[in-house]
C-alpha cells in the first residue's frame, strides 16, 4: 500500500505564503499524475492543482497565478506553493494519485489575520 504524507500546512495571514510537501513512499514517477486537493468544513473534496508525468501542470481557476505544484522525483516528494494567500483557501490540503485513488491524510491551512 502507498503512503502519501503531507506536511506544511498552518496558519498564515492573508497575503502570505506557505509550501505544502507530500512525500511518497514509491517512486512518484510511477503514479503517472500528481495533484493536490483541498476541501472546506461541510464541503466535497476540489481538485486545486495537478502535473503529470511529462511534467504539465494544470490549476483550478481560483488558484491560477497563486499556486504552483511542482515534484521531485529523486526525493519523491510533490510540493505546492501557495503565494498571495486569502481567507477563502482555508481548508485541508491532500495530496493524491487519483489514478491509483491513492490519498493522503491531509494538512490544515488556515489563513486568518
Known amino acids: 500500500q502507498v503512503q ?7 496558519l498564515v495571514q492573508p ?4 509550501r ?3 512525500t511518497a513512499s514509491t517512486n512518484i514517477f510511477s503514479l503517472n499524475i500528481l495533484a493536490w486537493y483541498r ?5 466535497a473534496r476540489l481538485l486545486v492543482a495537478t502535473i503529470n508525468d511529462g511534467g504539465v501542470t494544470d490549476y483550478a481557476d481560483s488558484v491560477t497565478g497563486r499556486f504552483t505544484i511542482s515534484r ?3 526525493q519523491n516528494t ?3 506553493q501557495m503565494s498571495s494567500l486569502k481567507p477563502e ?8 494519485a487519483p ?3 491513492y490519498f493522503g491524510q491531509g494538512t490544515q491551512v488556515t489563513v486568518s489575520s
Open 89 to 96: 483557501d482555508t481548508a485541508v490540503y491532500y495530496c493524491g
Open 39 to 43: 476541501q472546506r468544513p461541510g464541503n
Open 20 to 22: 505544502l510537501s507530500c
Open 72 to 74: 521531485d522525483i529523486m
Open 78 to 80: 510533490l510540493y505546492l
Open 4 to 10: 502519501l504524507v503531507e506536511s506544511g500546512g498552518g
Open 99 to 101: 489514478l491509483q485513488h
Open 15 to 18: 497575503g502570505g505564503s506557505l
